[in-house]
């Protein structure tokens, strides 16, 4: 089954945007070490998989960021406006078939992107690789990162990285029973 992989960036208190959906308190902190980061984590990665929420911010966006094939997940939207549409397309399926769907096709890393798509596959213990930068500001209220789960999951922290800037950025693999 295609792997998923979690990169964002949140609050000190968790959240990955504002209530508006901005992230102008995150992008302060995207120097060239962040994008040096973010670069070999898109390296790693095949496909992106985003919510329709992540895909609203994105197109307000003076280009398309992706280099790579994007699918938006979304119950409502039918179809994405005519200019992305050679490199995004709509999806309806829940986490487990959409690894599915990205496995037959080829798909082997995927980023999964969005709180509330991130909150879907954790519920279903479907994140392989969570890669969490913190930055040092509190935002009091937002979107949040994490949602309730019905069972404890536990990952292997790999590293923690600090920058002169504040960002404390942590590796958590998903632990497997054996
Ligand atoms: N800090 C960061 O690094 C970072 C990263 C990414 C995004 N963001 C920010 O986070 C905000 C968006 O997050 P969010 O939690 O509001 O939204 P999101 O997860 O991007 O999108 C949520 C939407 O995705 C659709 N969806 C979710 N699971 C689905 C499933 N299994 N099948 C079909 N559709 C599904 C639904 O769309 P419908 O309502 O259309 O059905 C749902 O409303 C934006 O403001 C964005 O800028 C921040």
Redesign the pocket.
């Known amino acids: 089954m295609t792997a998923a992989h979690v990169y ?3 609050s000190l208190d968790g959240f ?2 504002r209530t508006s ?3 102008d308190w ?1 992008v302060k902190f995207a120097d060239e070490h962040a994008i040096e980061s973010y670069n070999e984590f898109i390296a790693s990665v095949d496909v992106i998989v ?8 994105v197109m307000e966006f003076p280009t398309w960021p992706y280099e790579k094939p994007v699918f938006v ?5 039918k179809d994405v406006p005519d200019h992305v549409k050679d490199r995004t397309s709509v ?5 487990a078939d ?1 690894l599915k769907y990205l496995s037959e096709r080829g798909f082997k890393q995927a980023y999964v ?8 596959f954790l519920a279903e213990d479907l994140i392989d690789r969570l890669i969490i930068a913190r930055v040092p500001v509190l935002l009091g209220g937002g ?1 949040p990162l994490f949602g309730s789960l019905d069972a404890d999951i536990t990952f292997d922290h790999v590293k923690t990285m600090t920058f002169s800037n504040g960002i404390v950025r942590s590796f958590y693999q998903r632990m497997r029973d054996l």
């Open positions: 964002i960036g949140t990955i945007a959906g901005d992230i995150l985003i919510g329709r929420g992540t895909f609203d911010t997940l979304s119950r409502t939207l999806l309806n399926l829940e986490p959409l992107d969005g709180g509330k798509v991130i909150q879907s979107v």
